[in-house]
């Protein structure tokens, strides 16, 4: 099983919509959790930490479900920019703590 | 200010040949990570360097993978005798670790696509 999976889409959305990416990790111990987006041909960008209580940065909130270990992305009114593949990003605890481990991606297109 | 930059943004070898590939990171942040991402996968990580420590030479996936970095800072990756597989992005990122609330937020440079013919 591999340490964070995702389901790679693609997710097609017409403008507006509202979208949900979901990731699951294997490792119990994984300490944090973020959300990158890269788009095509580019270099990945943090979009957001993954708080256990829950976080909200205008239209996305992400949530962490640490008894299931699932974590979820929620794009509200979709625009055309969001257009990406979103990356579910985990960080153990302890001593390897710099050693993030990144899902595969999901793959967003919205369209006119 | 300036971004992580790598050199170069491509690279076309023949299969057998050497390549080096350059990173420099964001002005004084002290770790540094190389990752390779093939068509469809996700992120590899190759190796870790933090400060003065040992590297974490970990994801290396061969010994034909070799990295240094010189200084605290610019780092080169190099692969000998590459292969066809060998054919990715090669992805640099660095990070101000310890600096507390965004300590792991990684930046990462553009990247050298490496075609291997």
């Known amino acids: 099983r591999k340490e964070v999976e995702q389901d790679p889409g693609p997710f097609n959305v017409p403008e507006g919509a509202t979208v949900a990416f979901n990731c699951t990790y294997s490792n119990s111990a994984s300490q944090s959790f973020f959300w990158y987006r890269q788009d095509c041909r580019k270099e990945p960008k943090l979009l957001m930490s993954?708080?256990?209580s829950g976080n909200e940065d205008g239209r996305f909130t992400a949530q962490l479900n640490r008894a299931s270990q699932y974590i979820s992305l929620l794009i509200r009114d979709s625009k055309l920019s969001d257009s990406a593949t979103y990356l579910c990003v985990a960080r153990p605890g302890g001593g390897s703590n710099y050693k993030l481990t990144f899902g595969k991606g999901t793959l967003l297109t919205v369209n006119p | 200010g300036a971004g992580v930059s790598q050199s170069p943004s491509n690279k076309v070898t023949e299969k057998g040949k050497d390549v080096e590939l350059r990173c420099d990171p964001i002005?004084?942040?002290?770790?540094l990570y190389w990752y390779r991402q093939s068509l469809g996968q996700g992120l590899e990580f190759l190796i870790y360097?933090?400060?003065?420590?040992?590297?974490?030479k970990s994801g290396l996936p061969s010994d034909r993978f070799s990295a240094e970095r010189t200084g605290g800072s610019v780092s080169t990756l190099t692969i000998q005798r590459t292969q066809q597989e060998d054919s990715a992005v090669y992805l640099c990122?660095?990070?101000?670790?310890?600096?507390?609330?965004?300590?792991?937020?990684?930046?990462f440079g553009p990247g050298t696509r490496l075609t291997v013919t």
């Open positions: 002005s004084g942040h002290t770790a």
């Open positions: 990122a660095s990070t101000n670790k310890g600096a507390g609330g965004s300590a792991y937020e990684q930046y």
């Open positions: 360097f933090q400060g003065n420590s040992a590297p974490d």
């Open positions: 993954v708080y256990s």
